[in-house]
């Protein structure tokens, strides 16, 4: 048994799949391929997560690098703190995964995501050590490397209160869903020195509660609380605080698209918007596209994920990109998507113009939705070899016109292909994509799948 990377490093249940002996595997080869360190690894609040720490920098100790344990830290701590202080870096996550699951994802010194090439390089040598166990010299006396105790987050809430540029947000009403995980800390720290008043949810992490109807994938909670306590936003973060969703003071969500939206116009307005560009990935809702066309502002749009954002933002020069799930990337200020610093970012526009987060986030009109994943046979089929389901596609998107958006596409990561449709209402979405489902199963032999709702409808 082996680890593969995703998109966002490896995951698996833990103890299971991600075992304590694959990890401290993963240790030593990210030891071989990434340098010697110190290497700086955190963790959210999962409880698996000291065993999964301990096994990983094991295996980096034993191949003479040494280790800094950050503790519970936010993944964009994690990669703050190798960025600042240059050194490679890990972190313990399964994000926004259910408490069973847990991952590692690594930062080269830096705080970048490792590039295709490099992860291809770590798979290669984990495999080698898996097959050859005996084959690896092993270090021994004052070759190994040391753990010892690390901190930063002071730092690293100090570098997110330096973000809004000496400004305050005295009096702003504030509601924060810490998702029982890595932010339950480090974000009412910082905006309540930052003078908000803060009123906290799910920030009791027990090891088992983490994203547990909570956090940025159950948002509802924080909804009420928004509107019971009479706040004026809402901010819900996932496990590891890399993403982030809003709820305006009527408890309606806003997410990753919005919020976007808002930072751009606000950055274009200040002259903080090179290019007057954003990056976004092609589930970006076609009201957000609308919206900046209205404005004036370009979009270059990637696949999903957000290493594909960064990765474009970073080849053209352009600040400002990110995801509908709320993985948004300041480029400007972090090397990764931030779900504390987003916020803050938000927070500071509501605070210089004085407008509500929903009048803000009326600057563009979400379309209804529909999303569905459809089982097929084999992972990755090829969509354009099947003529039918070709047809269908151009059909469906010739009948919606400007009035609606079709994406089809094949799973990287499982046997499913994935059919999203945005139109005016949710009856015309649903239809349309319940007709393009029906030819993805004729053509490629897939299964009926339950719809599932976008933010947008």
């Not at 409880?47 to 980096?60: F, M, R, W």
């Not at 594909?308 to 480029?331: A, C, D, P, R």
């Amino acid at each position: 048994m082996t680890l593969r990377f995703g998109t966002d490093g490896v995951r698996g249940v833990a103890n299971a799949e991600l075992t304590p002996e694959l990890v401290l595997a993963l240790g030593r080869a990210a030891a071989r391929v990434l340098g010697d360190g110190p290497f700086l690894v955190g963790r959210d609040t999962r409880i698996s997560g000291p065993l999964l720490q301990a096994a990983l920098s094991a295996g980096l100790a034993a191949e003479g690098a040494d280790v800094i344990d950050l503790g519970v830290l936010p993944t964009p701590g994690v990669a703050w703190l190798s960025a600042a202080d240059a050194r490679p870096a890990a972190m313990i996550s399964a994000s926004h995964n259910p408490f069973p699951d847990n991952g590692v994802k690594f930062f080269m010194a830096g705080g970048r995501k490792l590039s295709d090439a490099t992860e291809a390089a770590l798979e290669t040598e984990l495999d080698r050590m898996i097959a050859e166990p005996g084959a690896h010299p092993r270090r021994t006396g004052p070759a190994l490397g040391r753990l010892v105790a690390g901190g930063g987050h002071d730092r690293y809430e100090a570098a997110l209160a330096a973000s809004i540029g000496g400004r305050r947000l005295d009096g702003l009403a504030v509601v924060l869903d810490c998702a029982n995980g890595a932010a339950s800390r480090v974000a009412p720290a910082v905006l309540r020195a930052l003078g908000a008043d803060v009123t906290v949810l799910h920030d009791t992490p027990d090891g088992v509660n983490i994203n547990d109807g909570c956090g940025s994938t159950h948002p509802q909670s924080l909804q009420r609380e928004v509107v019971a306590r009479g706040a004026a936003v809402g901010l819900a973060f996932d496990g590891d605080a890399d993403r982030v969703l809003a709820v305006d003071h009527n408890g309606a969500l806003v997410d990753g698209d919005q919020l976007i939206a808002i930072c751009a116009l606000d950055r274009r307005a200040g002259g903080g918007l090179p290019g007057d560009t954003v990056v976004v990935t092609v589930m970006a809702n076609l009201g957000f596209r609308k919206a900046m066309a209205e404005h004036g502002i370009a979009l270059i749009e990637t696949d999903v994920g957000d290493r594909y954002v960064l990765e474009e933002m970073e080849k053209g020069g352009w600040s400002l990109g990110g995801e509908q799930s709320g993985h948004i990337i300041f480029g400007d200020l972090a090397t990764t998507g931030d779900g504390v610093l987003t916020g803050l970012q938000v927070l500071d526009v509501m605070a210089r113009t004085g407008r509500s987060l929903a009048e803000l986030a009326g600057v563009m009109v979400r379309l209804p939705q529909i999303l569905r994943n459809v089982p097929v046979a084999t992972r990755g089929p090829s969509l354009h070899a099947a003529e039918h389901l070709t047809r269908a596609v151009d059909a469906v998107a010739t009948d919606l016109g400007e009035r609606g958006r079709v994406l089809v596409r094949a799973s990287g990561t499982e046997a499913v292909v994935r059919v999203m449709v945005e139109a005016v209402t949710a009856e015309e979405a649903e239809a349309a994509c319940e007709s393009l489902c029906q030819a993805v199963q004729h053509a490629l032999g897939g299964e009926p799948a339950g719809a599932q709702a976008a933010a947008g409808a």
